[in-house]
T-cell receptor, first 111, second 113 residues
Framework: DAKTTQPNSMESNEEEPVHLPCNHSTISGTDYIHWYRQLPSQGPEYVIH???SNVNNRMASLAIAEDRKSSTLILHRATLRDAAVYYC????????????FGSGTRLLVRP | EAQVTQNPRYLITVTGKKLTVTCSQN?????MSWYRQDPGLGLRQIYYSMNVEVTDKGDVPEGYKVSRKEKRNFPLILESPSPNQTSLYFC????????????FGPGTRLTVL
């Protein structure tokens, strides 16, 4: 499975945008880019996923580089509730039900 | 509401005393799995199941058993727990496509003395 690289931690101020980067230079053509997050004392929860085009949903936006070797999760207005560990995960479309979690990025949101 | 439930949420037990952690999902998902989460090691898959009566080992299956007799339930069994199985356990489910969301339960914190 292709590997992802994320910064260990990031900080943001409340109500400001947050850009969480992820590098995946060995991504294959069939790998989808998924983001999950884990709030304190909770199980991971799905945030967003994409293949090639940028994606938006009610939680976040996902910007994917043209060469697909990197992506950025964008939280448009961070809230205190967004403080969590964010995981960038690659999944092949036709297999690999297992999610391979790296160490993720711990996001701290300052009030 | 779509959800994955686990019971118990917290459990303290002693070495060698058999225990079962239950997992149930209400989304009619074919795929279910168990992960454990440990500091510095992240989340690792223990066992998974592609459908009823179909189970397979994940990355760290030693010391664990599972069964999938019904689609909605996927219990994790520790026949003879040991202290190195002290961990935070998560159950997850999803439909078969690799692009689909996995839903996680709230976690079970297990301490084996």
């Amino acid at each position: 499975d292709a590997k992802t690289t994320q910064p260990n931690s990031m900080e943001s101020n409340e109500e400001e945008p947050v850009h969480l980067p992820c590098n995946h230079s060995t991504i294959s053509g069939t790998d989808y880019i998924h983001w999950y997050r884990q709030l304190p004392s909770q199980g991971p929860e799905y945030v967003i996923h994409g293949l090639t085009s940028n994606v938006n949903n009610r939680m976040a936006s996902l910007a994917i580089a043209e060469d697909r070797k990197s992506s950025t999760l964008i939280l448009h207005r961070a809230t205190l509730r967004d403080a969590a560990v964010y995981y960038c995960i690659l999944r092949a479309a036709d297999s690999s039900y297992k999610l391979i979690f790296g160490s993720g990025t711990r996001l701290l949101v300052r009030p | 509401e779509a959800q994955v439930t686990q019971n118990p949420r917290y459990l303290i037990t002693v070495t060698g005393k058999k225990l079962t952690v239950t997992c149930s999902q209400n989304m009619n998902h074919e795929y279910m799995s168990w992960y454990r989460q440990d500091p510095g090691l992240g989340l690792r898959q223990i066992y998974y199941s592609m459908n009823v009566e179909v189970t397979d080992k994940g990355d760290v299956p030693e010391g664990y058993k599972v069964s999938r007799k019904e689609k909605r339930n996927f219990p994790l069994i520790l026949e003879s727990p040991s202290p190195n199985q002290t961990s935070l356990y998560f159950c997850a489910s999803s439909s078969p496509r690799g692009t689909d969301t996995q839903y996680f339960g709230p976690g079970t914190r297990l301490t084996v003395l």
